[in-house]
């Protein structure tokens, strides 16, 4: 059995709340929402972050944010607005080692970025 979380729920041992998906990409919502949008989305094969998919699969990458334009549309903060956000790494505070990208909106978002302390 994989040990990736987002594996396990591509693999449905994991249920999500899944709004949108392709062949090769699953859109779902974040168990911890900290926006009232708040939806991540992953490509079905496992590569560890976007580093990775960038050497690996440049055609997947740009599929990856095309989807995240599918669910602003979806989820109807296409014209509000909404960030998209892929954590790499240590320093960023990435959780879950399979590349994903947060679709975050429907509210009016704080800064980008902000130093811990
Ligand atoms: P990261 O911090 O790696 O950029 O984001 C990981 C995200 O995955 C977090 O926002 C966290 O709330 C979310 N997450 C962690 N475990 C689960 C889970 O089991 N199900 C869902 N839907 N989201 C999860
Ligand atoms: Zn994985």
């Given amino acids: 059995m ?3 979380l987002f594996c396990r729920i ?3 041992q994991i249920p999500a709340d899944i ?3 392709t062949e090769r990409v699953l ?6 929402p900290r926006a009232a949008t708040h939806v991540l989305v992953i490509p079905r094969a496992h590569h560890a972050s976007l580093t ?5 699969d440049q055609g ?3 599929e990856l944010f095309l989807v995240a334009r599918e669910v602003a549309r979806l989820e109807q903060v296409q014209d509000s607005g909404y960030r998209l956000v892929s954590n790499v790494g ?3 505070g990435q959780e879950v080692d399979h590349v994903h990208v947060h679709v975050l ?3 009016r978002l704080g800064p980008v970025a902000r130093p811990r302390d």
């Fill in 10 to 12: 591509i693999d449905g």
């Fill in 52 to 56: 990775e998919l960038a050497d690996a």
């Fill in 90 to 92: 240590a320093d960023a």
């Fill in 2 to 4: 994989t040990e990736c």
């Fill in 19 to 21: 709004v949108h998906q």
């Fill in 27 to 32: 859109a779902f919502r974040d168990i911890q």
């Fill in 60 to 62: 997947l990458l740009a």
């Fill in 105 to 107: 909106g429907g509210q």
